[in-house]
């Protein structure tokens, strides 16, 4: 999202360094009341029911109680984290949407021509968004390679499409910010001076309105990949103790190659 750390960077906002995740998971992740679900492409690798019983590649694999123990852990914590990573991926992207909408009609306005290029654009990234993570009722779904880098949610064709949005001349930019005059008595040095005030006044209002709503998306984003670390050190115990686990590793994490 380098359009967006370029408007607030011209806001002169505190941002912080990017936060990144080193955790993510290779197979699709189905979640509800009654099992979870390691789906690739459609097929079922394997499912937990009720957090105790496992079937792999559609076989009962009876545990002896220490991993019965370790399977529950797991269990339990992904029916804790996912509905809570899914709700934070809405939130994150209602409020980059928010912000985005925020400046570019405090710049130009929503009567602008570029305005509703950027609407469909937006609107393109939170459907993008949706697809990575779902719920349906009591259902939970995280794709494949969605936790890693939220910055990849949009890919390089939705990017284009809001860098265009939001590109214009330099003079059409400067006539529709605030009323300033394309012609007349002010000068280029006037209406950038003009345009700086602006730009501090609306960094002044997002970093009060939007900063602490941000700022707690990313305490809950740390504990999430915390949680996922943890889950991951869990799951890689499983596999060692259980062949039919072997070859099915769920959650990533550090510099883990991407799945083939």
């Known amino acids: 999202m380098r359009w967006l750390f370029v408007l607030l960077g011209l806001m002169a906002l505190p941002v912080q360094a990017a936060f990144k995740c080193e955790a993510d998971l290779q197979y699709g992740l189905a979640v509800n009341d009654r099992y979870i679900r390691v789906i690739n492409k459609s ?30 852990e797991l269990a339990n914590g992904l029916h804790y984290a996912v509905p809570k990573v899914i709700l934070l991926a809405s939130e994150g992207v209602d409020l980059a949407i928010g912000a985005v909408d925020h400046v570019y009609v405090g710049l130009v306005g929503s009567d602008h021509e570029s305005y509703e290029r950027l609407q469909k654009a937006l609107w393109r990234v939170k459907q993008k968004v949706k ?18 880098n ?7 064709q939705l990017e284009s499409e809001i860098e265009e949005a939001l590109t214009t001349s330099v003079g059409g930019i400067l006539s529709a910010i605030g009323g300033l005059p394309a012609q007349g008595d ?6 950038m001076e003009m345009l700086s005030a602006k730009l501090e006044n609306m960094g002044a209002e997002i970093e009060k309105h939007i900063a602490p709503q941000a700022n707690t998306l990313r305490l809950k984003a740390e504990w999430f990949c915390n949680e996922i ?4 050190g869990v799951e890689e ?7 039919a686990l072997a070859p099915y590793d769920l959650i990533v994490t550090g510099d883990a190659k991407p799945l083939k």
């Open 229 to 232: 670390k943890r889950l991951d």
């Open 150 to 156: 939220v910055d990849e949610l949009m890919d390089a």
């Open 237 to 243: 115990e499983l596999r060692r103790s259980i062949p």
């Open 131 to 148: 697809t990575k993570f779902i719920r349906a009722s009591d259902n939970y779904y995280i794709g494949p390679r969605s936790l890693e």
């Open 186 to 191: 002010a000068t280029l040095e006037k209406r």
């Open 43 to 72: 097929r079922t690798l394997y499912q937990i029911n009720q957090s105790k019983q496992l079937i792999v590649r559609g076989e009962w694999i009876e545990l002896p109680a220490e991993q019965q123990e370790k399977l529950q």
